[in-house]
């Protein structure tokens, strides 16, 4: 069943390749149960789990709809089964966090503003150690530029918006160096986590010498729209706790409709309007639809 997930994340409706970026990152295990396993461990001992979100799209740089909501979901089925999320993002990002988990129906998650992109090394190091002293079971990036090779941050076009960007890797390099758990959602290559498959990213994506992410996590989910891969993870959560946890395809419409509404937009298309990727918001609804189809299935069966 958690393959069967694993493929439904990775339909490639953007047509960006991501199956050679699957292949290359699949292990004995199926990704979403690779990922979701130190996430319910985290969830059971009631720990602290950091998430972060948030990719600015030039030339509004607004945070694009991809992101915000899988993470938002994400760490309200966190809060349901133990953890404390705290979502950790640009301070540009959080009205659409609070307002995606209000049209949850959820509390909306603590959130804490990283070093902002001028900081300097020091200044991200530390904000990291901070966050780290929390001692969280789970470090999780969904949608979050990643540094490339020279340290830059690409959009997929390839274009430079490292001015635009609080770095986080050096919050995941860390997390490593203390043996806490890191987990990542990509769809592009250019993103957090993707370290992990640099080469395949630099050989089977457009532009991806210059884009692949070089930072990598211990959990890579790589998905055909990073919403869908942090959905596939809840979907794993669900089948292993035995509790329906995703929503429905009607609320991902309304999640979509408040992410847009709190300023995000399509990363694809630049535009204020109800899509994700270029993708328009019928397809997301159907997707967590069958998703959490699966789930009820399962469940009931069992
Ligand atoms: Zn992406
Ligand atoms: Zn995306």
Known sequence: MFAAIDRQLTVDLGGRNVQPLYAAARDDEPLVAAAATPLLAAADAGETVLLTTGFPIPPSNEPETDGPLGTVVLAGALADLGAAPVVVTESRVEPAITAVADALGIEPPET???????????????????????????????????????????????????????????????????????????????????????????????????????????????????????????????????????????????????????????????EATPSVDGIHGAIHADVVDLLADICALEIDTD
């Open 112 to 270: 804490v503003s990283l070093a902002p992109p001028e900081s300097s090394a020091e200044t991200t190091a530390s904000t990291a150690r901070s966050l780290l002293d929390r001692e969280p079971g789970a470090v999780v990036a969904i949608e979050k530029p990643g540094a490339t090779a020279d340290g830059s941050y690409r959009t997929a076009a390839g274009e430079d918006i490292t001015p635009l960007v609080a770095a986080v890797d050096p919050l995941f390099t860390a997390a490593r160096e203390r043996g806490i758990p890191t987990v990542a959602v990509g769809d592009g290559g250019n993103e957090v986590g993707m370290g992990g498959v640099q080469s395949a990213v630099e050989h089977h994506i457009d532009n991806g010498e210059t884009i692949a992410c070089r930072t990598p996590v211990d959990a890579l989910v790589v998905a055909g729209v990073s919403n869908w891969g942090a959905y596939g993870i809840v979907a794993a959560l669900s089948l292993t706790a035995g509790r329906e946890l995703l929503h429905t395809g009607g609320t991902e419409r309304e999640l979509l409709d408040a992410a847009v509404e709190a300023g995000c937009i399509d990363g694809v298309t630049g």
